[in-house]
């Protein structure tokens, strides 16, 4: 946005585009606003815009507007406290004749956006929490959008494939803020909506998203959405087969089994220090392991193939093979570089955020290798081609 155009929007009292802050001091406030402006509730298609170091009347008020700032209003966009992740810039700009940091928040594709499991809208002067109507009126936007892949209503599935039990006694406690549950009145399928694992009729239908996160057999629906485990006596696929399972719930129960199923195949050796100190270390850091396979169950692509997340121990590694090549801007060329992410599945994403499987976007390979070479294994390596990727941990000597 040129200056012109936001200081027009720094000068309009009234408008519900634009919110002013003198100081960072509330981080709370400013992403409940971030929210709002995300879920765009009245319409406008347009940009919100956050001044932070201005007043109420549009003045500047000479806050340091530093690099340690920028950085903190950036990290909003990512720190899992918005889901699902804002599209969002963060600016430094000269306006009036004074410095302010300037957040700029495009409308999400795919509303209701909540922070900390709570809907946040704004209406003329007004900011609050969502009632039941607006709530319906989010949901009705997602008909009109482009929607991402993982939450595309799946046509041949009834909403009878979604199990009602798991979703509410087990998700809704994990995702949604305990006030908010205690004063909803809305029926489970008004529930499955705003949580997008359905999609708005008629008839409603579950989404890929939902009957990937509590589906009753998720298979029948999305054939590749499940993990293929094989270990290997040997360091080739042709050698024989120590064991192997098919993880194919839904993906409440299926990560809980597949956490331990990495920790059951993880060898441990016991070693002794100089001062005779016992010191254990593992072949594989679970850390990197589980980066790893959930970095592939999130970012893989389901509409695009039948393959499912393979998951190959070796004697001398541990190969993950994931369905559906670099997406958006991550490249073959920048693949697994700082800062260089996206989200093909945003909504699985921040379903496995609300299960504590995720803490923060966009570390999954820096902690994997970070997790490897305080092990003293070798680095992650990397085999990325347009189809699919292939990450390889090497175990450690």
Known sequence: MTDRELELLLNDWESDRVERK??????????????????????????????????????GVGLSIDDQLLVSLANMRSDGNILPIPSMTVQ???LKGCEMAVVIVQPSDSPPVRFKGTVWIRVGPRRGIESPDDERRLNEKRRFRDLPADIRPVSSAPMEALDEWLFQRVYLPAAVNFEVLERNQR?????????????PGPPARPTVLGLLAVG???????????????????????????????LRGPLLLLLPELEELLKINIQVAVEFTSGSREVQRPDYPLTALQQIVRNAIAHRSYENTHA?????????????HNPGGPYGQVTRANFGTAGASDYRNPNLAAVMKDLGYVQ??????????????????????????????????????
């Open 308 to 320: 499912p997340v393979r998951l190959y121990w070796f004697r001398d590694r541990v190969e993950v």
């Open 216 to 246: 009753k057999s998720p298979t029948d629906w999305i054939p590749g959405g499940y993990l293929q485990f094989v270990r290997i006596d040997g360091t080739a696929l042709t050698d024989p087969v120590q064991s192997a399972r098919e």
């Open 92 to 94: 430094k700009r000269t």
């Open 22 to 59: 003198e100081s960072f001091s509330d981080a709370d406030r400013i992403r409940q606003a971030i929210c709002a402006f995300a879920n765009d509730l009245p319409d406008h298609r347009q940009p919100g815009v956050l001044f932070i170091g201005a007043n109420d009347r549009g003045e």
């Open 360 to 397: 923060r976007f966009g570390m999954g390979i820096a902690l994997a290798r970070q997790a490897m070479a305080a092990n003293g294994n070798p680095p992650p390596e990397f085999q990325v081609e347009d189809t699919h990727v292939a990450v390889i941990l090497r175990r450690r000597p």
């Open 187 to 199: 029926d489970v399928e008004h529930q499955l909506l705003a949580a997008k694992f359905a999609h």
